[in-house]
């Protein structure tokens, strides 16, 4: 890092002294005792059970390539500019769907590529009897724009009943329910977290292939839950789509590539079978999606199956819809409010579905203000219909449920460091004993997560859940006539471990004779700021992947509202503050600025093993400073630097040091700031890990 050598001399002794009696980490001022679940011990592996045989799931799984692989940056294939080679009107004056949909359907036809957005307005809607506006339907597409602030797909069209805007499917079915050869029995009842499945035979199947794993609700099933009388066999049953990782011929034994949620049973007709094909690698990205606002009249909540109702016409219709894909993503996306639109609606009815879909990854979106949020399912912004999908980095905003979960065959899936503002109803379980997903890090802004019986539906609804895990709550404020950030009383067992901030209480209790009985385990209310780990989902994944914590650093994206796990050093004016004013994820952010020169650095001194690391950061900046840089030290070598730089930054952008070779048991990571007076930058989300 180049410093002016006026504060190089100052710095020796000044910064010494300041280490010594000014410089004392904030965390100590705030933090408590730690503390970690009862469930979770440091030694923890999956298997790990209590005396009661209470556990919690292995989410690890959760995401792209099973969150061993990141979003590719630079996938495979050409690009296909929408524009200069197929005609789109980046305007927004002229339909634009079928010229991207050559696109779509050129990059699909040469093994896959980019479909490319730039800048502007992009006028869509479904074609005929279309049931979306664009369809990517082939592995290996990736729709990109050239940012959410920066490219606009508008829908323009409100018959959108049971419609998407964007939807990734296969041409041929892979419905998980459709078998495409003979299934092939289990010998024996399979218990949760398993791998391992005994058939009467292995014959036909191969390693990496992808499979179905599922038993029946049948009659005794539904009594096993108490449900007789309000479940019947179209609720499917326990149903997890694996992939096949190793086949034992002479036992007769499949393994999987992620572990089995509930327990299947012989007595309910257990087998697997093959599907058809699901999309692969698909993905959109770095884009806004906006809906006409319906004109109609007829917006009640039972108005959704009245014929000529605004409601009916936009009944179940979504942004994103992704249905039976696997290894995706989307990233970088909004939702927007069209110009032509006089009320304030982004969407009109769902935000995003993953439906019969795993292991895709959903980040870096907001999503909200759909125009219905009436009955019969509507106005979702997030809705997990699938099996070990992650979403992450996502907010929510004034939604019928702001995220949901629903149906015997979704599980494994995590929502993690999210946030959901002022929805009409709660984040919810919402219908037919989803199992084993996992709330991790939520921000509830006038909203709650409740996972109970709901007593609704033609097929009531029921248990919606049990074996799930709502770690870490921050509570900003409460729901309206609510003193609950979490209502849990879950089917057989469920878990709420640790809740901070201002709203943190939880509603748990039941009687012995209540049919959630025993009541949920509950540990930590209103000191979540000193659960360890702080985040379940990030360090399952790290004990998975190389034991170490996934993010190294303290409080890294200042989610506790202060400055808790940093230090500080300024000359001139102090230009550091936590703030909310537009933070990449979560509720809060990191902002540098004074109205007078100053020279600022916000940093962590972190005691790590020996090894290579890599450090990153998202900034928006002014620009005009005199250097503005991330950097490592104090690591056992010479100081690295990622020169963020004096230009203007209008969009979060992400600056990384990798390689840091670690041997001396230690390593700082901070901003050095040197700026003029009413330069800016924020920052949010340092990331700290091993490789």
Same mark, same amino acid.
């Given at each position: 890092?180049?410093?002016?050598?006026?504060?190089?001399?100052?710095?020796?002794?000044?910064?010494?002294?300041?280490?010594?009696?000014?410089?004392?980490?904030?965390?100590?001022?705030?933090?408590?005792?730690?503390?970690?679940?009862?469930?979770?011990?440091?030694?923890?592996?999956?298997?790990?059970?209590?005396?009661?045989?209470?556990?919690?799931?292995?989410?690890?799984?959760?995401?792209?390539?099973?969150?061993?692989?990141?979003?590719?940056?630079?996938?495979?294939?050409?690009?296909?500019?929408?524009?200069?080679?197929?005609?789109?009107?980046?305007?927004?004056?002229?339909?634009?769907?079928?010229?991207?949909?050559?696109?779509?359907?050129?990059?699909?036809?040469?093994?896959?590529?980019?479909?490319?957005?730039?800048?502007?307005?992009?006028?869509?809607?479904?074609?005929?009897?279309?049931?979306?506006?664009?369809?990517?339907?082939?592995?290996?597409?990736?729709?990109?724009?050239?940012?959410?602030?920066?490219?606009?797909?508008?829908?323009?069209?409100?018959?959108?009943?049971?419609?998407?805007?964007?939807?990734?499917?296969?041409?041929?079915?892979?419905?998980?329910?459709?078998?495409?050869?003979?299934?092939?029995?289990?010998?024996?009842?399979?218990?949760?977290?398993?791998?391992?499945?005994?058939?009467?035979?292995?014959?036909?199947?191969?390693?990496?292939?992808?499979?179905?794993?599922?038993?029946?609700?049948?009659?005794?099933?539904?009594?096993?839950?108490?449900?007789?009388?309000?479940?019947?066999?179209?609720?499917?049953?326990?149903?997890?789509?694996?992939?096949?990782?190793?086949?034992?011929?002479?036992?007769?034994?499949?393994?999987?590539?992620?572990?089995?949620?509930?327990?299947?049973?012989?007595?309910?007709?257990?087998?697997?079978?093959?599907?058809?094909?699901?999309?692969?690698?698909?993905?959109?990205?770095?884009?806004?999606?906006?809906?006409?606002?319906?004109?109609?009249?007829?917006?009640?909540?039972?108005?959704?199956?009245?014929?000529?109702?605004?409601?009916?016409?936009?009944?179940?219709?979504?942004?994103?819809?992704?249905?039976?894909?696997?290894?995706?993503?989307?990233?970088?996306?909004?939702?927007?409010?069209?110009?032509?639109?006089?009320?304030?609606?982004?969407?009109?009815?769902?935000?995003?579905?993953?439906?019969?879909?795993?292991?895709?990854?959903?980040?870096?979106?907001?999503?909200?203000?759909?125009?219905?949020?009436?009955?019969?399912?509507?106005?979702?912004?997030?809705?997990?219909?699938?099996?070990?999908?992650?979403?992450?980095?996502?907010?929510?905003?004034?939604?019928?449920?702001?995220?949901?979960?629903?149906?015997?065959?979704?599980?494994?899936?995590?929502?993690?460091?999210?946030?959901?503002?002022?929805?009409?109803?709660?984040?919810?379980?919402?219908?037919?004993?989803?199992?084993?997903?996992?709330?991790?890090?939520?921000?509830?802004?006038?909203?709650?997560?409740?996972?109970?019986?709901?007593?609704?539906?033609?097929?009531?609804?029921?248990?919606?859940?049990?074996?799930?895990?709502?770690?870490?709550?921050?509570?900003?404020?409460?729901?309206?006539?609510?003193?609950?950030?979490?209502?849990?009383?879950?089917?057989?067992?469920?878990?709420?471990?640790?809740?901070?901030?201002?709203?943190?209480?939880?509603?748990?209790?039941?009687?012995?004779?209540?049919?959630?009985?025993?009541?949920?385990?509950?540990?930590? !209310?209103?000191?979540? &700021?000193?659960? %360890? /780990?702080?985040? $379940? *989902?990030?360090?399952?994944?790290?004990? =998975? #992947?190389? @034991?170490?914590?996934?993010?190294?650093?303290?409080?890294?994206?200042?989610?506790?509202?202060?400055?808790?796990?940093?230090?500080?050093?300024?000359?001139?004016?102090?230009?550091?503050?936590?703030?909310?004013?537009?933070?990449?994820?979560?509720?809060?952010?990191?902002?540098?600025?004074?109205?007078?020169?100053?020279?600022? !650095?916000?940093?962590? &001194?972190?005691? %790590? /093993?020996?090894? $290579? *690391?890599?450090?990153?950061?998202?900034? =928006? #900046?002014? @620009?005009?400073?005199?250097?503005?840089?991330?950097?490592?030290?104090?690591?056992?070598?010479?100081?690295?630097?990622?020169?963020?730089?004096?230009?203007?930054?209008?969009?979060?952008?992400?600056?990384?040091?990798?390689?840091?070779?670690?041997?001396?048991?230690?390593?700082?990571?901070?901003?050095?700031?040197?700026?003029?007076?009413?330069?800016?930058?924020?920052?949010?989300?340092?990331? $700290?890990?091993?490789?």
């Amino acid at each position: 890092m180049k410093k002016k050598l006026a504060w190089k001399l100052l710095a020796v002794v000044w910064m010494f002294m300041l280490v010594l009696s000014f410089v004392v980490p904030i965390e100590s001022a705030n933090a408590g005792t730690p503390w970690r679940s009862s469930l979770y011990p440091s030694e923890w592996n999956p298997g790990f059970k209590d005396v009661q045989g209470r556990f919690l799931h292995d989410f690890s799984y959760a995401g792209y390539w099973r969150g061993e692989k990141s979003i590719p940056s630079t996938p495979p294939g050409a690009t296909y500019n929408v524009v200069t080679q197929y005609g789109a009107d980046s305007s927004g004056t002229n339909d634009s769907t079928n010229a991207i949909q050559n696109a779509i359907n050129a990059a699909g036809a040469a093994g896959g590529g980019i479909v490319y957005l730039p800048a502007g307005t992009y006028r869509v809607k479904p074609q005929g009897t279309a049931a979306s506006a664009l369809w990517i339907n082939k592995d290996n597409v990736v729709l990109r724009g050239s940012g959410k602030t920066s490219t606009f797909i508008y829908n323009d069209s409100t018959s959108m009943r049971n419609k998407a805007v964007i939807r990734i499917s296969p041409v041929t079915s892979a419905d998980w329910f459709t078998p495409t050869n003979t299934p092939t029995s289990i010998r024996s009842d399979v218990q949760p977290q398993a791998m391992t499945i005994p058939v009467n035979s292995v014959s036909g199947y191969s390693i990496n292939e992808f499979i179905i794993v599922h038993s029946d609700a049948t009659d005794a099933f539904i009594a096993d839950h108490g449900m007789t009388g309000k479940w019947d066999a179209s609720l499917k049953g326990p149903t997890f789509y694996r992939k096949i990782t190793g086949i034992d011929a002479s036992a007769n034994r499949l393994t999987l590539d992620i572990p089995i949620r509930y327990t299947l049973k012989t007595r309910d007709n257990a087998r697997v079978y093959k599907v058809g094909e699901a999309v692969a690698e698909a993905g959109i990205e770095d884009l806004s999606i906006g809906m006409k606002q319906h004109t109609g009249t007829g917006w009640g909540d039972l108005d959704f199956n009245v014929t000529g109702t605004g409601a009916y016409d936009v009944h179940a219709s979504k942004a994103i819809t992704f249905a039976n894909a696997k290894n995706s993503w989307v990233d970088n996306v909004n939702s927007y409010k069209p110009s032509s639109n006089s009320g304030d609606y982004h969407l009109l009815s769902h935000g995003i579905s993953l439906f019969q879909s795993r292991t895709v990854t959903v980040q870096n979106t907001h999503l909200q203000k759909p125009q219905y949020k009436g009955e019969g399912g509507n106005g979702y912004m997030y809705i997990m219909q699938g099996s070990d999908n992650l979403v992450q980095h996502a907010t929510a905003t004034n939604g019928r449920h702001n995220f949901t979960f629903q149906y015997l065959w979704t599980s494994g899936n995590v929502i993690h460091n999210s946030t959901s503002n002022f929805p009409r109803l709660a984040s919810d379980f919402h219908m037919h004993l989803s199992m084993a997903n996992l709330f991790d890090n939520m921000t509830m802004n006038g909203d709650f997560i409740e996972a109970v019986y709901r007593p609704y539906g033609t097929i009531e609804h029921g248990w919606t859940t049990t074996q799930s895990v709502i770690w870490n709550t921050n509570g900003i404020a409460y729901a309206a006539g609510q003193s609950s950030i979490v209502k849990s009383k879950q089917f057989g067992q469920g878990y709420v471990i640790g809740t901070r901030g201002a709203a943190n209480g939880v509603t748990y209790t039941v009687p012995a004779s209540d049919g959630s009985a025993p009541q949920d385990l509950v540990e930590g !209310i209103g000191t979540g &700021l000193d659960l %360890v /780990p702080q985040s $379940l *989902y990030l360090d399952q994944k790290a004990k =998975r #992947s190389f @034991g170490q914590p996934a993010n190294l650093l303290t409080n890294p994206g200042f989610e506790t509202g202060d400055l808790t796990g940093w230090t500080e050093w300024h000359n001139g004016a102090l230009a550091q503050k936590v703030d909310t004013d537009l933070p990449r994820s979560g509720s809060y952010k990191l902002t540098h600025w004074a109205s007078t020169n100053y020279q600022q !650095i916000t940093a962590q &001194l972190k005691t %790590v /093993p020996n090894g $290579l *690391y890599s450090a990153s950061v998202w900034v =928006r #900046s002014s @620009g005009g400073q005199n250097a503005l840089q991330l950097y490592a030290k104090n690591y056992g070598a010479a100081e690295i630097d990622a020169v963020i730089g004096t230009s203007p930054i209008p969009n979060y952008t992400k600056y990384t040091i990798d390689n840091i070779p670690v041997t001396n048991g230690q390593v700082e990571i901070g901003i050095w700031h040197d700026a003029n007076g009413n330069n800016w930058a924020a920052f949010d989300d340092f990331e $700290l890990v091993r490789k």
